[in-house]
């Protein structure tokens, strides 16, 4: 039995702490105020981040509402289910570096709930 995926979550901003892995930022766009070096990053997943519409439509509705967060989990899973060429090399990379330890997913939004690296543990841990 293989032992259970360790997946963090944390805000790029916040400090990098010891227990954080690989490092792996899941943002489409690069956040502002954070430079390379301090992001400690072992890899950008870009292809792992929702679509351009999607994040804006999310932005754009009400992100506080319930049936806001909702739907943007459902369409998000649904991108990540039809898996590009992009997203499956994305996978590969995250899937290697937890099997060999923990991972971070990273994510500059302002909520620690409702952000994409949040959906996307999620998704990781169901499929």
Request: aromatic residues 8%.
């Amino acid at each position: 039995m293989a032992a259970p995926l360790t997946i963090a979550v944390k805000r790029i901003h916040a400090p990098v702490g010891p227990g954080d892995g690989a490092r792996f930022l899941v943002d489409r766009l690069w956040p502002r105020g954070v430079s390379k070096e301090k992001a400690a990053l072992a890899a950008w997943l870009k292809p792992l981040s929702p679509s351009d519409s999607l994040r804006k439509r999310y932005h754009g509705d009400t992100a506080d509402s319930d049936e806001a967060w909702d739907a943007f989990r459902r369409d998000y899973f649904a991108e990540l289910d039809s898996g590009s060429q992009e997203a499956r090399a994305a996978l590969f990379v995250l899937d290697a570096a937890a099997a060999a330890g923990p991972v971070t997913l990273l994510y500059a939004a302002k909520s620690a709930d409702r952000n994409n690296a949040a959906a996307l543990r999620e998704w990781l841990l169901r499929r």
